[in-house]
């Protein structure tokens, strides 16, 4: 680990203008349950860090005009447990009870999470899927980013290096509509998830109103299949068409070897999560 200076500024603003001071040469730190690691093993080697230990507030978890607003500095923990976040979104309450572990949860910020951008986190398919999205502070000024455009690739975000996470926005599930968070993970319970699937579903009448279908741990970003979307919705759904459909999902995902598992077997299980969790929300007995 190399030397660095730590700074412990009282605000966001503060914070902002020190990232804007050391202009990329300076990492935020907020629970440090990542960033840790990384300084540990060398992989990034800052100057200076920002510790936002000392802001107060932006961790409050809120509801208004049809989403939930999350600051950036509540815990992972302080969503898994919300009651407001179990009414609105109750996917994202899973969600964020499936991360690491409860130590790891008490620590780890939202903001931290989901400026980490590692593609086998559990939030961002549910996030992707609810069309949530962020907003980032900096001291050129505030922007709204889709969570949709956020993430590029491995541990990359279009955000700037002096850009922070302050808020993230989650518009309220469907009135009405199923859910799943199928994480597997076959080594201990607290691992990152070999493969992972978001779902929402809502029936009328027997055909499929609305279906959503996040993917994580399947290339370098979480991903929506929209092409298994489109195929599904309008249908009556069985097992054999949701078997079909799930299969526009191998030519979307690009999985890699870890020790997770091989890529040819994340490849192959995601058609089959993909499937699984579409008869979980759209109450098909599987076959
Ligand atoms: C043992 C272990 C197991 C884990 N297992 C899982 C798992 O199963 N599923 C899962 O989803 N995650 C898992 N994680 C990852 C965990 O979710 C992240 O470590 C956590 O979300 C990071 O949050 P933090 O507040 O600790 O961020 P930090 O470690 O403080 O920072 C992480 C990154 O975000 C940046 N950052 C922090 N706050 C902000 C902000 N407000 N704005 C902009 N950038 C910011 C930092 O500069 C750094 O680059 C695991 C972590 C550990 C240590």
Do not use: C
Request: glycine content about 8%; charged content about 20%.
């Amino acid at each position: 680990m190399n030397d660095f200076h730590f700074h412990t500024p009282d605000t966001l603003e503060e914070a902002a203008a020190l990232l804007a001071q050391y202009d990329g040469n300076a990492k935020l730190i907020a629970g440090g349950t990542a960033l840790t690691t990384l300084l540990k093993q060398s992989l990034v080697q800052p100057e200076h860090l920002v510790s936002l230990h000392r802001v107060k507030g932006h961790d409050a978890i809120e509801h208004s005009g049809g989403a939930l607003h999350i600051g950036a500095l509540a815990t992972q923990r302080s969503v898994e447990r919300s009651e407001t976040v179990k009414q609105h979104a109750p996917l994202l309450a899973e969600a964020y009870r499936r991360v690491a572990t409860v130590r790891v949860r008490n620590v780890a910020t939202v903001g931290g999470g989901i400026a980490h951008a590692d593609p086998a986190m559990d939030p961002p398919p549910s996030l992707l899927i609810l069309g949530a999205s962020v907003k980032l502070l900096s001291s050129k000024g505030e922007r709204t980013v889709a969570l949709a455009d956020l993430y590029t690739d491995y541990y990359e975000t279009t955000m700037e290096p002096d850009e922070i996470v302050t808020e993230l926005e989650v518009p309220d599930q469907p009135a009405g509509s199923s859910w799943t968070y199928i994480k597997y993970l076959p080594r201990t319970a607290d691992d990152y998830a070999t493969v992972s699937v978001a779902a929402i579903g809502v029936l009328d009448g027997g055909k499929v109103a609305d279906v959503r279908v996040g993917l994580g741990a399947l290339g370098p970003t979480a991903i929506r299949a929209t092409a298994l979307e489109d195929a599904v919705r309008g249908t009556t759904p069985t097992h054999d068409s949701l078997h079909e459909a799930s299969q526009s999902v191998l030519e979307i995902v690009d999985p890699i070897d870890d020790p997770r598992g091989s890529a040819g077997y994340k490849r192959d299980m995601s058609a089959v999560f993909a499937r699984r969790a579409m008869e979980q929300v759209l109450g098909v007995a599987t076959g």
